[in-house]
């Protein structure tokens, strides 16, 4: 397999990335495996139906929801209503069967409950490039798939400096008594 941005051949047809410019080339492996089309994932039959456990978990979230908006009303009709014993009765009832209920229909269904099915998972084979017909000279020149990899002249590319070519500094200890010398020769 070849990079289609930089074209550098690619050690085998596993590779995530490019090795010389660090192009993903999942999507490229994907493509070539299905003959040059994008793969589509069609759902599953039945993907629209919810499952069991996120249905448990729905109700749950509902009833609760309701329990704060049903509690509340009926309290302040209870405190408007003259005989409030039934209604005293209907708001305890509601805020347990709300307010307990819920939270526990949700603990049931995220722990006993069957969860939405695995999708199946298919491995996609590894690429193996198709073998290249063997043309004679005579044969006409047919174009590649895939364009051949720049070369890069070697002119482009900065010549190495020669290191042996440099002139070594004089040490320290010249410098120094170059400078004592011109002393001692302005005393005399």
Not at 132 to 143: A, D, F, Y
Request: glycine letters at 10%; proline letters at 12%.
């Amino acid at each position: 397999m070849f990079c289609p941005q930089c074209g550098q051949q690619q050690v085998s047809g596993v590779v995530r990335f490019c090795s010389r410019c660090g192009f993903p080339l999942d999507g490229v492996s994907q493509i070539l495996a299905n003959g040059g089309m994008l793969p589509v994932y069609t759902p599953s039959e039945g993907g629209k139906e919810i499952s069991p456990r996120r249905r448990g978990v729905r109700q749950g979230v509902i009833l609760l929801l309701t329990g704060a908006v049903l509690v509340p009303i009926l309290g302040v009709l209870t405190s408007f209503a003259q005989n409030s014993t039934f209604l005293e009765i209907l708001v305890a009832i509601a805020a347990i069967l709300c307010f307990v209920g819920g939270p526990l229909r949700m603990l049931y269904a995220a722990i006993f409950e069957e969860g939405a099915p695995q999708r199946a998972h298919f491995p996609q084979p590894s690429y193996a490039p198709p073998a290249m017909p063997v043309r004679s000279p005579l044969q006409g020149h047919t174009p590649a798939s895939l364009p051949p990899p720049p070369a890069n002249p070697a002119g482009a590319w900065r010549s190495r400096p020669k290191t042996a070519e440099l002139v070594q500094p004089p040490s320290i200890t010249e410098n120094t008594t170059r400078l004592l010398e011109k002393d001692e020769s302005k005393d005399r």
